[in-house]
């Protein structure tokens, strides 16, 4: 699977944006694959935001993020988004979507950074103050 993330850019304290996650699956559906929200800054690790389940029944939040992000998909067009609200100056960051191959249909959720199948390029987001 390729992923290619997008809708990054610069909002306000308090405001909102939408990330998308493209996947490319060579004609497979994401019933194969978990996919995580990351997010890195300059000098620190990366850090898992959000996972959704290739059943997309299951989903799993970072306590940073919980509350305030939502991460949903949409199989038809084969993306994942991430809906951030209520945006704070410490989230300002590179954002990755990232994926790991499992059964069809998993439950499988995951927000660590390795053993990953496949990284996206990442999508910069500032959130002034």
């Known amino acids: 699977v390729q992923l290619q993330a997008s809708g990054g850019g610069l909002v306000q304290a308090g405001g909102s944006l939408r990330l998308s996650c493209q996947a490319s699956?060579?004609?497979?559906?994401?019933?194969?694959?978990?996919i995580a929200w990351f997010r890195q800054v300059p000098e620190k690790g990366r850090e898992g935001l959000a996972c959704?389940?290739?059943?997309?029944?299951?989903?799993e939040y970072a306590d940073s993020v919980k509350g305030r992000f939502t991460i949903s998909k949409d199989n038809g067009s084969n993306t994942v988004y991430l809906q951030m609200n209520s945006l704070k100056p410490e989230d300002t960051a590179e954002y990755f979507c990232?994926?790991?191959?499992?059964?069809?249909?998993?439950?499988?959720?995951?927000?660590?950074?390795?053993?990953?199948?496949?990284w996206g390029e990442g999508t910069l987001v500032t959130v002034s103050s």
């Open positions: 959704i389940s290739a059943s997309g029944t299951v989903t």
């Open positions: 990232a994926a790991v191959t499992t059964s069809p249909r998993s439950n499988y959720v995951f927000l660590r950074d390795y053993g990953i199948d496949s």
């Open positions: 699956t060579a004609g497979l559906s994401l019933d194969y694959w978990a």
